[in-house]
């Protein structure tokens, strides 16, 4: 039978806003203040994405010149999606203090007429941007947290060093062949495609969920020499013939781990970013990137761990520490674990 793909009526899709207000209409005591955090977000993703779509023909290719806090060269893209994401967060007033990668500390926020906002974002403004000047996909992560109840006095980096299982939001942008705001408030999981002719993010992936198992796994395996044997094992066991596991799996890796992820996240599969020689603690930021993403990946039914314990229990110990990542869905998640904990070996 011939799938005919109608053209719904843009009329027909919600719009980011539309669905933000209906899930705050079901909290009775909502003051809208999350809501309109959420509005902030997406208000910086649909400028970031303009200026993305003019890469290339505008100078904002290339480096600044400058190393960001990681030691990395700082993309001019980064630098400019920086500044985006902490202008709309600082004019909408509702969150208090700012963690990004691309500035060494936390950033307080004085909403206007100095009253704070009460939530805490954590963001990568634009990952994998390395990539941008060869047309591959990245992306933007982010993770919000409340003001800890008993604060007390000035917002510090402390108030903002909450295990992943405190947050209250977490979502990804995706600038890819389209760009897609995904997000999680801990009631399921779901995409929003930008429509550019209306600017307006529109409900196409209601309550994602991720499949239980996949083919597909991603891993820079340039490292494989570095990797320790339990992975190494995982990786052979993943390249073996066996059709009722549908192995060998497929390497799937764009070096962009928002891409990476999203394929995962729909069609099933694990992004691994492992301890190796260069990256002892693994190369991924447990606050603004492990994190979010664990919340996300763990709301649609899949799993993220560091290889021995889960992501969203590790307790931070600063903004930018890095975390080995195994991340997706949750049976090959499951055996990679087992794999690196001696559980499985290769028969
Ligand atoms: P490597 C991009 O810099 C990033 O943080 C992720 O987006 C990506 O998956 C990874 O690093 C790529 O790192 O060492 O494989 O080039």
């Keep these: ?38 509005r902030d977000i997406s208000v910086a993703a649909k400028i970031v994405n303009y200026h993305m779509r003019r890469a290339g023909l505008v100078d904002i290719y290339g480096d600044t010149g400058e190393l960001n806090v990681q030691g990395e060269v700082q993309q001019k893209m980064d630098a400019l999606a920086h500044r985006e994401f902490v202008r709309a967060l600082r004019r909408g007033g509702e969150c208090c203090l700012i963690g990004s990668e691309e500035h060494a500390e936390a950033i307080p926020i004085r909403a206007n007429g100095g009253s704070d906002g009460k939530y805490i974002v954590l963001l990568d403004p634009l990952d994998g941007s390395s990539n941008i000047e060869v047309n591959v996909s990245v992306g933007t992560i982010f993770s919000i947290y409340r003001m800890p109840e008993d604060h007390v006095g000035e917002v510090t980096l402390e108030d903002a060093l909450q295990p992943g299982s405190k947050q209250v939001g977490a979502g990804y942008v995706v600038y890819g062949s389209s760009t897609m705001l995904v997000y999680t408030t801990g009631n399921g999981v779901n995409g929003f495609t930008l429509d550019p002719s209306i600017g307006e993010f529109l409900l196409s992936h209601p309550n994602i969920r991720t499949p239980k198992t996949g083919t597909m796994y991603a891993i820079n395996e340039g490292n494989y020499n570095s990797f320790e044997d339990g992975l190494k094992k995982y990786i052979k066991w993943c ?35 492992p301890a190796t020689a260069s990256s002892p603690e693994g190369k991924l930021r447990l606050m603004y990137e492990a994190n979010p993403m664990a919340f996300i990946v763990e709301q649609a039914g899949g799993r993220a761990s560091d290889g021995h314990t889960p992501i969203l229990q590790k307790q931070p110990r600063e903004l930018h520490q890095r975390t080995p990542l195994y991340i997706g869905s949750e049976e090959m998640v499951r055996t990679a674990e087992a794999f690196l904990q001696g559980e499985m070996d290769l028969d």
Excluded at 5 to 20: C, W
Excluded at 245 to 273: A, C, E
Aim: glycine share 8%; charged share 25%; net charge positive.
């Design 239 to 273: 390249q073996r013939k066996d059709k009722a596991t549908g192995r060998p799996y497929k390497t799937r890796y764009i070096g962009s781990f928002v891409s990476d992820f999203h394929r995962n996240l729909l069609k099933g599969g694990i992004y691994i970013y």
């Design 1 to 38: 039978m011939n799938r005919t793909t109608a053209t719904r009526e843009l009329g027909q899709f919600k719009t980011l806003e539309q669905f933000i207000i209906e899930r705050q209409e079901s909290f009775p005591h909502s003051t809208g203040a999350f809501s309109r955090l959420l």
